[in-house]
């Protein structure tokens, strides 16, 4: 089936840093991807939607010069939290819709835990 | 704009006992809809999708859920809870292009012996 990885799966540094998290599809290609992320027993947010070859598409009061996002294949997005200050740690997850026959489908990335010191 | 409000934030249970999991959605057109499990430290999976089909779709782990427009609901349910059934369950309505997800908010389910 679709599987989709993440990398780190937890990372902690320290304020001021910045951080990269990577997102691939492992045997599909994904022109598109999506960055969630999630506080502590909270809900999914959408940030931001990974464009392969185009610019990412923000949601709104995301800001793009703090979360740069490059989606440099059609296997591979990453997240780059720069700047990093203690309010961006928490739970980063991707996602990408499913090869051909399921693009009906979001598969999700197992996440990675931002702790910023 | 789409939305989904899942009623409940936590469903406690007892094993081998029956399991709802309440959602209502709101949507201008036809939607999709979907229920995710999230366990803990481990990414989100897919119990089942409604995508204009059959109103009743069964999912895996022996879920299912009835698509109801009437009362734009999308409960989730299950005969029997399994212990390993305890985890974090989301209600998801697309956007309509099947890209951008809008989650409800959770809900925390416990299987008690």
């Known amino acids: 089936g679709a599987v989709v990885s993440q990398h780190p799966s937890r990372v902690i540094c320290k304020s001021g840093t910045s951080v990269k998290i990577e997102c691939r599809s492992l045997?599909?290609?994904?022109?598109?991807m999506f960055w969630y992320r999630q506080f502590p027993k909270q809900s999914l947010m959408l940030m931001a939607t990974s464009n392969e070859g185009s610019k990412a598409t923000y949601e709104q009061g995301v800001e793009k010069d703090k979360f740069l996002i490059n989606h440099a294949s059609l296997t591979l997005s990453t997240l780059t939290v720069t700047s990093a200050h203690p309010e961006d740690s928490s739970f980063y997850i991707c996602?990408?819709?499913?090869?051909?026959?399921?693009?009906?489908?979001?598969?999700f990335g197992p996440g990675t835990r931002l702790t910023v010191l | 704009a789409q939305s989904v409000t899942q009623l409940d934030s936590h469903v406690s249970v007892s094993e081998g006992t029956p399991v709802l999991l309440r959602c209502n959605y709101s949507s201008s057109y036809s939607p999709s809809l979907f229920w995710y499990v999230q366990h803990p430290n481990k990414g989100l999976q897919l119990l089942l999708k409604y995508t204009s089909a059959a109103t009743l779709v069964k999912g895996i782990n022996g879920f299912e859920a009835e698509f109801k427009k009437s009362e734009t609901s999308f409960h989730l349910t299950k005969p029997s809870a399994h212990m390993s059934d305890a985890a974090e369950y989301f209600c998801?309505?697309?956007?309509?292009?099947?890209?951008?997800?809008?989650f409800g908010a959770g809900t925390r389910l416990a299987v008690h012996p």
């Open positions: 045997d599909f290609q994904a022109t598109t």
């Open positions: 996602s990408a819709p499913g090869p051909t026959a399921f693009t009906d489908t979001q598969y």
């Open positions: 998801v309505v697309s956007d309509g292009g099947y890209n951008k997800l809008i």
